[in-house]
């Protein structure tokens, strides 16, 4: 028992040292690169970036710092004869190294945690206050969408000559609305506009009491959230005897007929890495009704829940390495074997995802190959380290 709190003691106070080292030197690194930038720029600006930035810098070094955690502690036990003179007392090396595997448990818990909730959040305003120029060249965001076409989830069909994200505004519109099936009602209209939530300026009467000068307090009205308005058109009623009722109108409010909202058409989130599961879902439904395509989403979907694996699984492979003594191959020889495997996971990763986005694979293989074939690795190496 104190000696499985001496190994854990070693192996957490060796991965937070790394862990942290590798945090600063990444934010070092990518400063400098922006400098340019950040002297154009607010300081808060930059204060604001890589605070938003350090859970994914936190989630991406992780992997890395398990790995040369488990090598640097276990390695260095070995080397002083320690784990084999607990193999002398009885004890199997594998059980000896069970509660370093229970951590890497809760870590890669952890890290599945910090994917699902934090990482979409801090990802978004991210991406909002400096998106890099390489990856505006490679994806950039769509800002705004011509010859339109969405199926509502709410048996709407809209289509727009033009959308724009940032405007909310849709020009040349033709909307259809189904009831049971049919065909219910047609518009036909020059502008689409988002009208945004009313914001009154009321003053409290507790306010009015403390202070003769009251400050004004915004209240959201509750009963108006946002509607579509539809502008200088026509509306064209069908109805079930087949006559046709065709009505003209400069303003028509769409509260009543459709629960769409922006972010339907356009959302400001448009990669895995700013949404969570149940947006990216979401995102792949409505594509599909617009007869998109949704191999991206699918992809980043089913990596949601496997990216997190890659921390147990370069753990298993730190541990097949360092465990045992040996004086043809000393720690170095290790550490840089071990260092080759777990950058070669994450190309290998990167490239199972690629394939996935390009339709070469499935997406929900494409999320997991890399980790279906790192662990046959360390399983591999396991059984011939433990002989189990």
Not at 23 to 52: P, S, T
Not at 219 to 242: A, H, I, M, P, T
Request: hydrophobic letters at 45%; charged letters at 25%.
């Amino acid at each position: 028992m104190k000696f499985s709190r001496y190994l854990v003691f070693n192996f957490i106070k060796m991965f937070l040292l790394v862990l942290l080292g590798a945090i600063f030197m990444f934010i070092v690194i990518d400063f400098v690169g922006n400098i340019r930038v950040w002297l154009a720029r607010d300081l808060k600006d930059a204060e604001d970036y890589y605070i938003a930035y350090f859970p994914y810098i936190l989630y991406l070094v992780t992997p890395v710092a398990l790995f040369i955690g488990v090598v640097a502690s276990v390695g260095n036990m070995a080397r002083h004869l320690e784990m084999m003179a607990i193999q002398e007392s009885g004890l199997s090396p594998f059980r000896v190294l069970v509660p370093i595997f229970g951590v890497g448990l809760l870590l890669t818990a952890g890290s599945w945690y910090l994917d699902a909730n934090v990482l979409p959040d801090a990802n978004h305003k991210r991406y909002e206050i400096m998106e890099p120029m390489s990856q505006q060249r490679r994806d950039p965001r769509i800002k705004d969408k011509r010859d339109f076409a969405y199926i509502g989830g709410d048996k709407t069909s809209w289509y727009m000559k033009m959308y724009g994200g940032d405007s909310k505004l849709g020009r040349d519109v033709l909307l259809l609305i189904y009831r049971n099936g049919d065909l219910a009602e047609r518009y036909d209209a020059r502008r689409l506009r988002w009208i945004a939530p009313v914001v009154d300026t009321v003053k409290t009467t507790a306010e009015k009491d403390t202070s003769s000068h009251p400050l004004p307090k915004k209240v959201v009205n509750v009963e108006d959230s946002g509607y579509w308005q539809l502008e200088e058109g026509y509306q064209r009623v069908f109805q079930k005897d087949g006559t046709i009722t065709v009505r003209h109108f400069v303003r028509e409010s769409l509260k009543q007929k459709t629960s769409l909202r922006p972010e339907d058409f356009l959302d400001e989130r448009q990669r895995g890495d700013e949404m969570d599961a149940k947006t990216i879902l979401r995102r792949i439904e409505a594509l599909r009704r617009s007869g998109e395509s949704t191999r991206k989403l699918e992809t980043a979907y089913y990596f949601k829940f496997s990216g997190s694996m890659m921390n147990f699984l370069v753990l298993l492979i730190g541990a097949a390495l360092a465990h045992r003594f040996s004086r043809s191959g000393g720690l170095s020889q290790k550490f840089g074997v071990g260092i080759f495997l777990v950058f070669s996971y994450y190309v290998v990763i990167r490239i199972g995802l690629k394939m996935g986005e390009n339709g070469v694979l499935s997406p929900f293989l494409s999320a997991w190959i890399g980790h279906i074939i790192f662990a046959i690795i360390a399983v591999f190496m396991l059984q011939r380290s433990f002989r189990l």
